[in-house]
């Protein structure tokens, strides 16, 4: 009988894995790398880059660095893939869809593997550089420029930290259920990033405090739907959410931003702030002693108390502009907030007029520069 339990206890966490796995699998289009990373292209001169979630022959990441390392000056291309990957090796990817290229001996098994790329050239002497020099280059293998790992690549992995202690920058798209974690190990091996991640990772308590003490900040190209390419059997309920082109099946997401502790020209420029200050459109919160914002463009320009506004805030905001003081949030507990809190012990969201419900949370700032 305990056999039995044990067995079926581990088949249910394996499929769990396997699901949370399947869940995680999100290939982010080229086009959307294309977008950001056209912003940062003079910081990437001379670095190493990593990417430490990206299977070669699947990730968009590592086609763009690979295709781009002469332009970009890159000194290393570093990439991991994971085991398992529910559409690792699935894909023609890199190889396109040549079959030749497709049945090559030199395309790596589904393990997880490293890629470690010093230099590229034109190896078909066609004249120019271009993806087919990578898989030629990686079908070879001349320069040992992929190998096995001993594990099954997880970020979090002795073998994965050991590369990451190589890299100047990191840039990819975690797993979306590991994110804060991700995150958080980026931090304390004091290493630049630019990576994806949901909107509302910034309400959580440790990943707020990163934003406030500006050691991250979202990047560009934040607006709008993404979609990314899942595996064939990712299913939801909400058919718009999906489509198929190409036979490739695609999901798309609302709140997916770019982070990233990289200097950007964005977060220098001012918002333009056009309305004034009246108790009548901006009340006083019942339990904050901070005036409500529904709509970022609508910050008073000549208010020098708190405000609450729209997490949204976060995409046009300029600490030279604005001091980020707290959250509306029964988690942030720092002595900032607390002084605001017109109730200590109910650690409500903000409520306007005694109003049974809640506002959204809102991020609490001061205007550094109130005009009159």
Not at 16 to 42: G, R, S, V, W
Not at 276 to 293: C, F, M, Q, R, T
Not at 357 to 371: D, V
Request: charged residues 30%; hydrophobic residues 35%; neutral net charge.
């Amino acid at each position: 009988m305990i056999v039995v339990i044990m067995a079926e206890k581990s088949l249910n966490s394996n499929l769990h894995k396997a699901n949370k796995a399947k869940k995680d699998e999100f290939y982010t289009q080229l086009i959307d790398i294309e977008k950001e990373l056209k912003h940062y292209k003079e910081q990437f001169r001379g670095k190493v880059v990593y990417c430490n979630c990206d299977d070669p022959f699947e990730s968009n990441f590592f086609k763009y660095f690979a295709s781009n390392f002469n332009a970009l000056g890159l000194k290393k291309l570093i990439a991991t893939s994971y085991k398992p990957s529910p559409i690792a090796n699935t894909q023609l990817g890199l190889f396109g869809n040549d079959k030749t290229l497709k049945q090559s001996k030199g395309r790596p098994k589904n393990t997880a593997n490293k890629f470690i790329i010093n230099e590229v050239n034109d190896l078909d002497n066609d004249g120019a550089f271009d993806l087919r020099d990578i898989a030629e280059q990686l079908k070879t293998n001349k320069n040992n420029e992929w190998s096995p790992m001993e594990g099954d690549g997880d970020f979090r992995s002795l073998e994965s930290v050991e590369l990451l202690k190589q890299a100047d920058i990191v840039v990819t798209n975690p797993p979306f259920s590991l994110f804060r974690e991700y995150a958080a190990q980026l931090i304390e091996f004091n290493k630049k990033f630019i990576i994806l991640g949901d909107q509302n990772a910034t309400t959580t308590k440790d990943f707020f405090k990163l934003l406030k003490e500006n050691k991250l900040w979202l990047g560009y190209d934040n607006g709008g739907t993404k979609w990314f390419q899942v595996p064939d059997d990712y299913d939801i309920e909400t058919e718009s959410r999906i489509k198929i082109e190409n036979g490739i099946k695609f999901f798309s997401m609302g709140r997916i931003v770019w982070y990233t502790n990289l200097d950007t020209t964005k977060r220098h420029n001012n918002l333009i702030l056009y309305k004034k200050y009246s108790p009548e459109e901006y009340p006083k919160y019942d339990n904050y002693e901070a005036i409500n914002v529904d709509k970022v463009n609508d910050i008073p320009m000549d208010y020098n108390g708190v405000m609450g506004v729209p997490i949204t805030f976060l995409d046009k905001y300029n600490p030279d502009q604005f001091e980020i003081i707290g959250q509306t949030h029964s988690g942030d507990i720092s002595a900032e907030v607390e002084l605001l809190r017109k109730d200590p012990e109910h650690k409500h969201r903000g409520i306007v007029h005694g109003e049974s419900k809640e506002k959204f949370a809102r991020i609490l700032i001061r205007n550094k520069k109130p005009q009159k």
